[in-house]
């Protein structure tokens, strides 16, 4: 999808306006809900234990995403992750997202059109400290990747998806191998994600269930010990850029409900300026509620696109301990 494409005015216009209030809308509700409150005793961040997992399937998919408060925007092969009725052939993508000096996670993916759709493939990996090798001492929020933790631990998913058109419906699945390394602890499972988008004049819907499988079960430390995976049914919605004086704007909000009851929203703008043809500079600004207390609610992220070549950035800021820095190569 040409993110960069200019929208007819009347009606398009009218309705991308719509849709930016209500992600302007989402983006005060993300920054506007209070944090939840838990105690404080590893690094600076809580120390609830992790319920669902592994922490590479709970964090946002694309840079794109990391800068608008983790709703995804626009279709490609990195959708494979997340919306895959998003899955859209025809290039290339990898993602280096460093958690302070506890985490890097690393991801890649390219897709095709094929059969009358788009297929994609994908690898993540992320690697961090554990503050033991029993699965129940892993903690849960997003900020305790941050902190160095004795034990070393590797989480990896391997994808395959495919979307194609059904009956003016864009129709998606994607298969997913997912593992994890904790000590001397190994784990893998199989899961699926089944998703469904429409588009609505300028702006996309997906509606998608993530993660449906069997838990991670440790034959190391701790055997007979299960890890659920992180569950979730995401709403998500998008608009293509439209001109506004000299720039192009587009914004994306994301709704989200987890396994174990929480709400996650988040949403952001997007905005872009193009001085000459073929060269575009992006700056994205978002807001997020995860309710685990620890992240700021504000996202950050910037951009240059080429004629074939893209470029991000994108910043989470965390309490107490530093920030996540993420960087973004594709290709067209």
Known sequence: ????????????????????????????????????????????????????GPHLLELASSIEALGLGGAHMGSGAHAIFSHPALVDGGGVSSLVQRFGSGATRVTASGGTNWFGGGVAIGLA???????????????????ALAVPGPTGAVDFVVAAGFSRSVMGVEAGLSAKLVGQRLG???????????????????????????????????????P?????????????????????????????????????????????????????????????????????????????GAGFAGDRIRLDYAFQGYDSVDGAHSFGLAFR
């Open 1 to 52: 999808m040409n993110q960069g494409q200019r929208l007819p005015s009347t009606g398009s216009n009218r309705l991308a306006n719509r849709g930016l209030g209500l992600v302007a809308a989402a983006l005060a509700v993300a920054c506007a809900l209070p944090p939840v409150v838990r105690a404080q005793d590893y690094g600076g961040v809580s120390d609830q234990a992790l319920e669902a």
């Open 125 to 143: 990996v992320l690697e961090y400290g554990a503050p033991g090798a029993d699965p129940a001492l892993l903690l849960s929020d997003e900020a």
């Open 224 to 300: 007979g010990q299960d890890l659920p995976l992180a569950k979730r049914v995401a709403l998500g919605a998008f608009s293509r850029r439209y001109p506004l004086g000299p720039l192009d704007i587009g914004g994306a909000a994301q709704l989200a409900r987890t396994g174990q009851g929480d709400i996650e929203v988040g949403g952001g703008l997007e905005i872009a300026w193009w001085p000459v043809a073929g060269r575009t500079f992006v700056g994205r600004i978002g807001g997020r509620h995860t309710g685990d207390g620890t992240a700021s609610p504000v996202t950050v």
């Open 184 to 222: 001397s602890g190994r784990a893998t499972t199989g899961a699926l994600d089944l998703g469904v988008a429409k588009g609505f004049g300028p702006a996309t819907v997906a509606l998608s269930v993530q993660n449906l499988g069997p838990a991670l079960e440790s034959d190391g430390v701790s």
